[in-house]
């Protein structure tokens, strides 16, 4: 415990988060690709010497809940009395404390004079990391198809970046080097102003002031977070959803939560739980952490609660190891935001009758990710679009759904149709609108699902995509209807139409439309009011 | 003579100078929401002397801004390229709060059914996919002339660079329907990314018959006081004469701020003072602004209402810290300040108007700096009682004593300001303590030097009438327009060689358009920028060019600078990479008078107080001014304060202030250099 005084702690603990604000702004303005710049898919932090998350700004929750996580072999395997401003760590092992794979994580010490403050942190989902197909992987059982793995490993900025040999590696290994050479750099830019800030702060206020704000502010938001659990009824809940797995030819694999909620207190089990699939549906233990983090800061109704580690500590989750939720090597990850959004979904079923007045339905609640790629058989130079699609919402308990978001534990933007014609000549953006009649219906309807298709105009544009609930909608909750389910669909130019499974590879040709049809959100209660 | 006359949400503040620039008359009146022009009517029949000659009008209004603000404006329609008609209801499909599982999207200001898919399209190139379906679209028109829209706003994707189709649909409507208000994405803001676009057109077709209705009503009734020129400010701090405001309103939105901004420039210069960060604090929020140089940053990226609204402004920031911003303890025990309001009504405690939280202005009473019998020159009598026990609630649940609670909500309050201008300043790379604040509105000056001592800036400036400076900002404003171009290029020498040349075709377009609006474009001064960006980059940095040193030097030259910029605003250059040239732009700006003196009348003999106020705890002994006795030359060593009709300035223990010249207030950090 830190005994800092509260005024304090608001002033210098307003520009830690201030700080982290400005990571956010300065890595979106400096970067590369489509997916980061427009779609916003990243998050920073600065973490204390102990890896904890002390301030963050509001990104993307899948990665803001997972920096500490991923920080911890960094913690585990290296020695901090020799570490230098020139060191830099590199990880996105989803088997120790990463997300996929294309979530890289860079953190870089922070120093005062000699004296190690702390850490900054950047994550950026990276459009190619190379792997069996360019941009995504639909087909990978293994997570060695997906693209290169970092385990948390130690970098001389001054040797190994900037033309040695860790940049040069990864330019050599990936599809669209000076894309993601260019957000590495941007998320460089990132640490870097967090380095001169925290310096300038510690300057101002000393040191000790800030080492006692970091750790008072975790302090602070674990109080806030005991206090909303409190606010909960004590009781064993339980809830239950599904991921699919038809596009392998197997069953549906259920993620089963036991909630236990006991005063300031709240433990996940998920015993029962489907076992890991030879698909690239597992969700690595830092997703399935971050998922049970979304969903509770989403019953607790409290918007101003800063997020760091503090808000972790009332929190305990188990995940039986082999399971879908905690999977061992060498299973692929690459869509692990359909299992999480099922944690996120079987949490909220399962807290639907203790704080029907803090809920909404579960909706669509998938990420609906699609590559789109083309190499250039004159300059042999890929070209590689990552797209995020988001579908309905599910219905509140006085408000209809929201329509096309993207989903809670995510918050990617669209990328503008205008934006990506621009940068890219190997296909357009056919229609992009809303699909009214995928809302579940109830006392409250759910929101409307999208679609949105893409014309090739070349040949041998290959199409990778993913997403859930293609084979049945959303369940409503509290009596409330389903949501439509989703689907992907392939016009080719000579009039023949091919419906996809929800994990596919295609290839198209010119004149060749793709479409990706987003589910609705279910409906909130029986209709009778 | 000219005349600036500001309509704020509870003044109507008017300025009135001769033709020297000199001020005759100041007046306040109550503003009247309902019918805005009616509260500029009466500040200037109390002013102005029927038998004197008319003087120009300048004027800066809220009507466009609470038009969108409470969704009061038109019913619109929307065209847009079919296949994307939902375009303001998707938007950009993320959250402004991640965790928000009940999370509720802006409300679009046209609704679905108001809005119609037009078959077209036109690819980023310019290729033409889709022709212009001329009958459907004419259908498309009529059945929202059905409905009864009386404006309708156009974005058709890549009009930003391609605007045949918008134009073609802009003479259908005026030749059908000439009484339907009309707005073109492609001349309202030709920038590339739909919604943003979509959404700032809309919003210009929102206002544009409110607007042009009360513009009317304003010209007719100054026409009938002899006044036959009006003008408008808008959002970059430019003037324009009000005909053409009613064709673009929605370049008005930010006026009021501009306005200020633009006042503070012109002191400031005036006291050899160019590189200032404006600090405007009224009741609710406090606006903040870097000026290098005397120019502001401007920016085209705002939201209103938390819909987009992408038109040039000058880059300020808006922070919930103000007079009236209610301080309380959150579930944690944190002390907080804002952004809740006590507002005007019932506002804080101490007005005596049955509020009961504790605000920053109740917390300044406890502190003993602002005197009942002295706020608003002693207008508004203060419930002392009130103020106190409303902080010591706060105090209590805390466990301190009133007066240190009092100083920690002052406290927090600054922080709050000082991180808004972090965010201007430090975060687009520029070092705070080489710039002066200039402190104004209501509540600022009594803050400024906190904020200061936040940011290690060592000067602040207060001018005279500073809760009166928007009005005053109005007449020191100048005619000016922003013109842009996007066109991409390598920075090799061939792109290099071009710049000229596209600045010379961008200035014809600017010199026309200027000419249009009655103003010789030769007798405008010039200023021209380029956005530059490492190839592959989605963002671009604007760097100054002067044209004659361009034609002397190689590209080698300008990326060095773009280098250093990418650098200082991001700690990281790669020099290595590529660099592109990507939007050009030219200013054209013209004074409109002579230049503003604005002076406080040092004719007043009252004498210096004492009275106690709060340090550290504990009471303390201070002196306290009346501003209109204070003479140029006049120093003095906090603790002390400064009142007025308008404002209190307070200087704190380890500053030092002057009254200069000019009659500004100057408070200097003892010791600094």
Redesign the interface.
Known sequence: MSDID??T???VG??LQ?IAR?MA??M?????S?VV??A?DFSVGILDTEGSVVAQA????MQ?GGISEAFKPVRERFDFESLTEDDAFLMNDPFTGGQHLQDIFLFTPVFIERELLGFAASVAHHVEVGGGMPGLNATATEFYQEGLRFPASRFSRSRDWDGGFVETFIRANVRVP??VI?DL??Q??AN??A???LN?LVD?YGIDTVRDTMSGLQD??E??IR??IRKIPNGIYSGEDFVEASAWGLDPVPIRARVEVQDDRISVDFAGTGSQVPANINCPYASTISAVQ?AI???L?????P?NEGCNRPITVRIPYGSILNPRPPAAVRARMSPACRVHNAI?RALSDAVPD???SPGFDTTTAISLSHLNPETGEYGVVIEI??GG?GA?PE?NG?????N?LS????A????L??EYGYF?V?????EPATAGSGTHDGGYG?YRSYAATRDDVVISAYSDRFDRGVAGILGGGSGAPGSFIVERADGTVEHLPSTTSITLKKGDVFAAHTGGGGGYGNGEV | MRVGVEVGGTFTDLILLDDSGGVIATTKVLSTPANPALAVVSALDKVIDPASPPPMMIHGSTVATNAVLERKGVRTGFLTTS?????L??Q????E?????????PEPLVPGHLTRGVHERI??GGEI?TPLDTSQAIEAIESLVDEGVNAIAVCF??S?AHPEHEQWIAEAIEERYPGIYLSLSSSVVAE?????RASTTVIDAYVKPIVRAYLEDLETQAGARGISSVMMMQSNGGLLPARYVREQPGRTLFSGPAAGVTGAIQIASEAGIDDIITMDMGGTSTDVCLVTGGRPQLTTNATIARLPMHVPMIDIETVGAGGGSIAWL???????VGPRSAGADPGPACYGFGGTSATTTDANVVRGLIRPGHFLGGELDLDVGAARQAVAQVADQ?GQTAERTAE?IA??AD??MA?AL??VS??RGHDPRRYTLVAYGGAGPLHAAGVADQL?IDRVLVPPYPGLLSAFGLLAGRFQRDFARTRVSALDEEGYRGIEETFDSLRATAHEETAAFGIPPDSCSESVAVDMR??????ELTLDLDLDEIRNQTADLLAQRFHDL?RR????A?PH?PVELVTYRLTLSQEVGAQVRLRVQTTDTTEAAESEIVIDGRPAACRFHWRASLEPGFTGDGPLVVEEPTATTYVPPDWHLVVDSNTNLLIERKGAT
């Open positions: 509260p005024i702690l608001n002033i307003k520009s201030a400005e702004a300065n979106r303005r400096a970067s590369y489509s710049r427009e916003r509001e990104m993307i929750p803001t000076e894309k260019g750099n941007a460089f830019s870097n102003t380095d001169r800030r300038e101002r602070y938001a109080r806030r206090d909303g979304g800061r989403g019953v109704h409290d918007e101003d609660i997020f909220i803090r809920i909404i699609l988001g919402w509140g408000f929201m329509h096309g978001l993207d809670p918050n990617c933007a669209n503008p149709v205008e934006a014609e621009s357009r056919d229609s992009y609108e809303l999208v | 296949g994307f008609t939902d375009i209801e998707l950009r499909q993320d959250r709060r991640i965790y928000e599982l009940q999370y509720r999207k690819a980023a996919l994707l890549h930003y590339f990314r739909e919604y943003e959150d579930p944690g025990g944190m002390l907080q805390l920690n406290r927090i922080v709050t991180n972090r965010l430090t975060e290690n490492y190839r592959g980059q989605g963002f990418h605003r991001y700690g990281h790669t990479e």
